[in-house]
């Protein structure tokens, strides 16, 4: 379900640090009923590659804007992390550079940033965007705890702001809602 941005920005990420620049695009609580410890259990699964657990809205969606990027030079290597744009890590507290990364996603280009107990960020970039993705574990007020996730964009310059707006409905509409219905439905298989 989508949620009001302040329920990441009144929130004492320590992500707030150091991406001042970034503009959040949308935040959304995932149905991870789980407890204090778990955000490592998340990423792992949530990471893992397995394409089965992607519906098939977005497998096919992820599938065509790739294809759509390689016909348009969106995606070229030198558009991306360490190319175009540094690397978020390159912004890192000390504590956070020296602590875990968490993992890298296997099968869709976003790379670990850091990882904490309660936070795991990773990143892309290509011609289009710098983006972050945060997943923060967050009480419930019950004693349980679940997972938030926010969009976070540098857009890169009038395409990139063309190309937020334009995918912004079909995020909002299909990515996202099939994206938290998957992850709802796998949460409890996730290891």
Do not use: C
């Amino acid at each position: 379900m989508r949620i009001p941005n302040s329920e990441y920005t009144d929130r004492p990420w320590r992500i707030h640090e150091f991406t001042e620049d970034f503009e959040v695009e949308d935040v959304w609580e995932l149905p991870t009923p789980g407890g204090p410890a778990e955000l490592d259990r998340f990423v792992r699964g949530f990471t893992d590659g397995d394409d089965d657990k992607s519906g098939f809205v977005i497998r096919n969606l992820f599938a065509i804007r790739w294809k759509l990027g390689s016909l348009l030079g969106l995606d070229k290597e030198s558009t991306g992390l360490g190319k175009r744009v540094q690397t978020l890590r390159s912004r890192l507290p000390d504590d956070l550079r020296n602590g875990s990364r968490g993992r890298d996603f296997e099968t869709v280009p976003f790379v670990a940033v850091y990882q904490t107990d309660t936070e795991y960020v990773a990143e892309l970039a290509n011609r289009t965007v710098h983006a972050l993705m945060h997943i923060g574990w967050v009480a419930d007020g019950n004693g349980g705890y679940h997972g938030q996730m926010t969009a976070l964009v540098k857009p890169n310059g009038l395409l990139g702001k063309v190309y937020m707006t334009g995918i912004k409905p079909i995020r909002r509409t299909l990515v996202y809602p099939e994206l938290i219905r998957s992850i709802g439905k796998e949460w409890p298989q996730y290891t």
